[in-house]
């Protein structure tokens, strides 16, 4: 229901939810009438296999939450053979690393098991601290600027969009060599915003990360990072959404401090978010006048097909006539997921759909 099924190539019917369940169920285990429900998180863990998708999202907030209300026992009272299970799921990913700090708070045995497993990963860790491994990476795109106001370039390396949630910060030095002096997340989120560009900031050492929603007209987020000593710091994100998709649409404008050190676990989880809809009116700058994206069937048939999977032989939900007024959910790939005037969902190649 919430993956992405391999054998169709496309998408579970709440992959694009996923995230927002994942939120709830992890908001409910924060009320105390739900406390039993803790061990899920291990048994959904146990023999888990990571994705990048909402497994990945899953297994962050599994930490997090352990982290954050040091819920270490829920790992500690496990058979070491179930903890070695639970431990890899918790761990895996495009680029495993120790945790530290979470592996300290575990007792001596499944710190020793948790130990073993990253030594399988230690040629792996010499190979990510290298910016060569990214040099000529398909997954990965660079940009070049000055971070730390020294004169010199650095490397700034991301994730490719749908490709993962990586940053790696690389500062250069007089004789051209890179040293990596960060590693966090780039803001993408499984199901929700994407990784756009990353950009200096002209005040201060640090930088600028810019994601977006692209399955909406219009929702940006700015995360601005400042080097602060030997830590970074997300000073303020700024949100940007539009209040719908009408004519009348208004840009929402909200600016909201942060201070956070993205350097220390579960960091991810005091962001402030923007404020709910109903107040936002009141709270955020309003900008008016802002043109909406609008998407309309373009066909020389005189029509196109809407089909239930993202092939031309799939099942024809509805003929869709030149020049309706369609709204696009998902627009990566050669087949975009739509969203008809009479409710109905399905798959549309893109050449066949323009925007205003």
Do not use: H
């Amino acid at each position: 229901m919430f993956g992405w099924n391999d054998t169709e190539d496309s998408p579970e019917p709440l992959y694009n939810n996923a995230n927002e369940y994942i939120d709830y169920w992890f908001s409910l285990l924060n009320k105390l009438e739900y406390k039993n429900y803790e061990s899920q998180i291990i048994s959904i863990s146990k023999n888990g296999k990571w994705e990048a998708d909402a497994v990945s999202y899953f297994k962050n907030k599994s930490l997090d939450y352990i982290s954050n209300n040091k819920k270490y026992n829920l790992i500690n009272q496990l058979s070491n053979y179930e903890a070695k299970s639970v431990l890899i799921f918790l761990f895996d990913g495009l680029n495993p690393k120790p945790d530290n700090s979470f592996i300290g708070n575990l007792s001596t045995d499944k710190q020793k098991i948790a130990r073993e497993i990253f030594l399988g990963y230690i040629s792996n860790e010499t190979k990510r601290s290298s910016f060569a491994t990214y040099a000529n990476n398909k997954g990965y795109f660079i940009k070049n600027f000055d971070v730390n106001k020294d004169g010199i370039s650095d490397k700034i390396v991301s994730s490719k969009p749908y490709k993962g949630e990586d940053l790696f910060v690389f500062l250069g030095d007089a004789n051209r060599n890179e040293k990596l002096v960060l590693e966090t997340r780039n803001f993408s989120e499984d199901g929700g915003n994407i990784i756009q560009d990353i950009l200096p900031i002209s005040t201060s050492k640090g930088l600028t990360i810019i994601t977006s929603f692209p399955d909406r007209s219009y929702y940006e987020k700015v995360y601005n990072i400042v080097m602060q000593n030997d830590t970074w710091i997300l000073k303020n994100v700024i949100y940007k959404t539009m209040s719908d998709t009408s004519q009348d649409a208004v840009k929402y404008i909200y600016d909201v401090t942060q201070n956070i050190d993205i350097t220390k676990s579960g960091w991810t989880e005091k962001i402030n978010p923007i404020p709910d809809e109903n107040v936002r009116a009141k709270k955020c700058r309003i900008e008016k006048n802002i043109s909406v994206k609008k998407y309309y069937i373009s066909d020389s048939d005189g029509y196109t097909n809407l089909r239930k999977e993202k092939n031309a032989q799939s099942t024809i939900l509805q003929k869709i006539t030149t020049g309706s007024q369609v709204e696009v959910l998902n627009n990566s790939g050669d087949w975009w997921l739509i969203k008809t005037k009479e409710g109905k969902k399905g798959y549309v190649f893109k050449t066949k759909i323009k925007a205003n």
